[in-house]
Structures are given as C-alpha cells and as structure tokens.
C-alpha cells in the first residue's frame, strides 16, 4: 500500500471517495455528508490531500482546510474504503495528512471536530486535546461547511457552542521538548496491522 500526498493523477478516483464520504456519513447518522467533485478535485490538485492505494485500487483518503488566515488547519473528510477497514489504514492516513499540516503550517493549530471514538484516539496520539468550540476558529466558512451535516440544527440551537462532535486541537507550542517541536506522534504504530480501527 502507497500513501502519499495527491497528484493531479488521483483524480480518477474523486467520485469513488465523494460517493463513500456520502455513505458512511449516511450509515452512521452523522457527520458532513457531501463535499463536491470541484471541492475535493482541488484539494487532490493542489497536493492538498493525502491518498493511500493499492494495486491501482483507492484505498483512504484526508485532506487539510486552513481557516482564520492560517492560523488553524484542520485534517478533514478522514475516509477509508470498507474493503480495507480494519487494518489500520485510518491512522497511517491521518499520521501523513497531520504531518503535511505541520510541514505547511508550522505555526498554526491543528484541529478537528469528530464523533468517531477511533479517530478520537488517533487525535490523542497525535498530541490533540480535547477542548471547548471557542477555542477553534471562528471562521464563518467553517461554520458554514457545517451544513451538511444532519446535526447542524443542534450546533445552532447551541449557539456553536457545542454539538455532538467533539472539538479536538493541536497546539504547536505546547508540544514542544527542550524548546524543540515535536512534529512527531509519540506512538509510531509499529504494530500497525494489528490494529482495529476504523472510521
């Protein structure tokens, strides 16, 4: 299996990961449900997203939104194909895409909003704290992108202050060591194909 960052040659397989985003999202209820075949074309184009395949076969795919002037960079629309659920791919996938935020936005936060206990416990290894919705962006095209999902009459009910995502965020100068940033997981899933996560 290969992961690495989007081509303009990945973007044969954008209905595949467009069609699967809408039905997982559909499955478990929740979550943003649509992205459109130009949105995530660009994100592909433009080296804004990380693809794993194999054999010719897509296999996960995540991509990075920067909001507030980049000040904050979020790893959005983490999806792996049900044929290769299981097997760890969710976490390899959201280890490069997080490293690819840190590459290109040394500075900024890093966050994430989820309902999914596994890509919770990636975050958390990765150095994510959970925290309160004031302490992200509030970039309103953010908030827009919320839409989508069928829980956005919750959020606004609660004024954004919360909703059933929980709000996750990397903060650069809080993990440093000896005044070196760590831009590196502390657990480096060396028994990755071991693991049984998914998303």
């Known amino acids: 299996m290969e992961i ?13 990961i467009q069609q699967e985003m809408y039905d ?4 478990r209820g929740t979550g943003i449900a649509k992205r459109s075949i130009e949105y995530l074309s660009k994100k592909i184009s433009d080296g804004n997203a990380v693809i794993a395949t194999e054999n010719g076969e897509w296999v996960g795919f995540c991509y990075i939104e920067t909001w507030s002037h980049g000040q904050f960079v979020a790893n959005s629309g983490l999806i792996v194909s049900p044929n290769f659920r299981n097997r760890g791919v969710a976490t390899l996938i959201k280890n490069r895409v997080f490293q690819l935020s840190r590459d290109k936005y040394p ?12 890509v919770m416990k990636i975050n958390s290894d990765l150095g994510y704290k959970p925290v309160i919705y004031s ?4 970039d309103e095209e953010f908030w827009n992108g919320c839409k989508n999902c069928v829980n956005y009459e919750i959020l606004m009910k609660k004024e954004r202050k919360n909703c059933l995502c929980t709000a ?22 060396q028994n990755e194909q071991e693991s049984n996560l998914s998303v």
């Open 168 to 189: 996750m965020l990397f903060v650069p100068e809080n993990n440093k060591v000896n005044g070196v940033v760590n831009n590196q997981p502390e657990n480096q899933y």
């Open 107 to 118: 500075t900024a936060k890093v966050f994430g909003l989820t309902t999914g206990l596994a």
């Open 24 to 27: 997982s999202a559909q499955r």
């Open 135 to 138: 302490e992200l962006t509030q």
């Open 4 to 16: 690495e960052i989007s081509s303009c040659e990945h973007l044969m397989y954008v209905s595949e």
